[in-house]
């Protein structure tokens, strides 16, 4: 009776295999050819019985730390597979099939163990397969985690299933992956339907562009703090970012009033839109609080400073009964005839209610939004936002043609209503300057930026403003 052919077997591929650490691709250069390969056994005949023969077994690999692959490193593949046969095709699909079956009709123990097979298997297998092997597990809620960080980590074509798809990948997984790939692949991640807070911060950590984009506009992603910080920051030369942060629902208005000073037009209109808004539940809350500060002198700054905030009257009357000039349109009036200097920017500033820090800033904002602010707040006429812009002695146009940037102020200044360009006014005063003390400016000069839980939301705005101006 014959025995049944048994594929045949060769100590040294037995001891490669047997170590995940070593090269699949030098397995492949280094297999015998199936011309050197032994022949099968086949049962012997009666009439020639040879002696038996002593067969020493190949010793097993022996185990060390770099002999077990670990999960963190990407898996090695063959530069060049094998052209796939029916058998491989086949085999790999029914191991994926018994991975795909029901947790009712397969035990955990058996579903690892051919996950562990088809580990193998995709080591030498060409893109097509290991790609329809990824489409097959992304549909999975309990896929082995071992294939899928293997796949994630593969060429973008079959990689990008398992990054975007598939729901088996937890948020550690996730952060291992981002943490060895490639942009393309991080972007891959970023179209997640959900991608929690904890993983955008490493997305984010990166600071590329074309995934930072496709996290903002995602409505899926989680931002935490940390991470719109971070991209506030990066916005000052990227300005790609402001116009999708200003979309968010985490971006606050310490946020947004602070990147209007580097965004463009388009994307300072939303920033007004969005966080120009009336502060009638702080006034009325607040609103005997001011007699009480009065009686006691105002001596708490900080008290001072946030009750200045809140107030409803934008002009400063004391200022005004000091001022050489009288009133903020006076002031307003000689500096459009002589120019405005030093003396008649701190003037106007004192006025309109905010310090000559916040006026500066405006005043030299090259697109001139803020002057629409600055004129609107404290209830100056439309014709004084033309009166400060020849101040400055920047074109005005004629009143039939008027400068297409002096006309965006205008449309600005026409947009907003008073109360609400009253808290944007109030709002840059109060975070460009209360916090400005020795430890910030330094900050400010070294061009770091300060921690908020220890400087608080005001250091920040001004750290970043001031930082962004030019010398």
């Known amino acids: 009776m014959s025995q049944a052919a048994y594929p045949p077997q060769n100590s040294q591929n037995q001891a490669q295999n047997g170590s995940a650490g070593v090269d699949p691709a030098g397995m492949a250069n280094n297999a015998p050819s199936q011309a050197a390969m032994p022949a099968p056994i086949v049962a012997p005949t009666p009439a020639a019985t040879p002696a038996p023969v002593a067969v020493t077994p190949a010793p097993a690999p022996a185990l060390s730390s770099t002999s077990v692959k670990s999960e963190a490193e990407p ?54 397969i290991r790609e329809n092997v990824a489409k097959r597990l992304v549909m999975l809620n309990e896929a082995p985690r071992t294939i899928l960080l293997i796949l994630a980590k593969d060429i973008l074509p079959v990689a990008r299933h398992v990054l975007e798809n598939s729901k088996s990948l937890t948020d550690s997984d996730l952060i291992h992956i981002a943490r060895n790939v490639s942009e393309d692949h991080r972007k891959m991640m970023a179209l997640r339907r959900k991608v929690s807070d904890a993983v955008v911060d490493v997305l984010v950590e990166f600071s590329e562009e074309d995934v930072i984009n496709t996290l903002l506009k995602n409505t899926g992603t989680n931002f935490s703090e940390k991470a719109i910080q971070r991209i506030l920051t990066l916005s000052r030369n990227t300005p790609s970012y402001v116009i999708h942060l200003a979309k968010r629902e985490e971006t606050r208005p310490s946020h947004g009033l602070t990147m209007f000073w580097w965004a463009d037009s388009e994307a300072r209109k939303k920033i007004l839109a969005r966080f120009g808004v009336t502060r009638n539940v702080l006034q009325e809350t607040c609103q005997d609080l001011y007699a009480q500060a009065a009686a006691e002198g105002w001596q708490d700054s900080a008290v001072r400073k946030a009750l200045q905030f809140i107030e409803r009257r934008q002009r400063n009357r004391a200022a005004a009964e000091r001022s050489p000039y009288g009133s903020l349109e006076a002031a307003i009036d000689q500096a459009a005839q002589t120019g405005l200097t030093r003396e008649l920017a701190a003037e106007i500033s004192y006025m309109a209610g905010i310090k000559p820090a916040t006026g500066a800033q405006i005043m030299t904002d090259g697109a001139g939004e803020g002057i629409a602010i600055l004129c609107k707040a404290p209830g100056l006429d439309r014709e004084y936002v033309v009166k400060v812009w020849q101040a400055l002695r920047r074109d005005t146009g004629t009143e039939e043609h008027r400068d297409p940037v002096l006309a965006n102020v205008i449309s600005a200044y026409d947009s907003i209503s008073t109360d609400k360009a009253q808290t944007v006014l109030r709002y840059w005063n109060w975070s460009l300057t209360s916090s400005l003390n020795s430890d910030v400016l330094r900050h400010i000069k070294n061009g770091v930026i300060p921690n908020e839980s220890e400087f608080g939301a005001a250091a920040i705005t001004a750290a970043l403003v001031f930082g962004q101006r030019k010398p």
């Open 75 to 128: 898996l090695e593949l063959t530069q060049q597979a094998p052209a796939a046969s029916v058998v491989r095709r086949s085999l790999v699909k029914r191991l994926a099939d018994v991975i795909c079956i029901p947790a009712s009709q397969l035990t955990p123990q058996e579903r690892h163990m051919a996950g562990d097979v088809l580990v193998e298997m995709l080591r030498e297998a060409d893109a097509e």
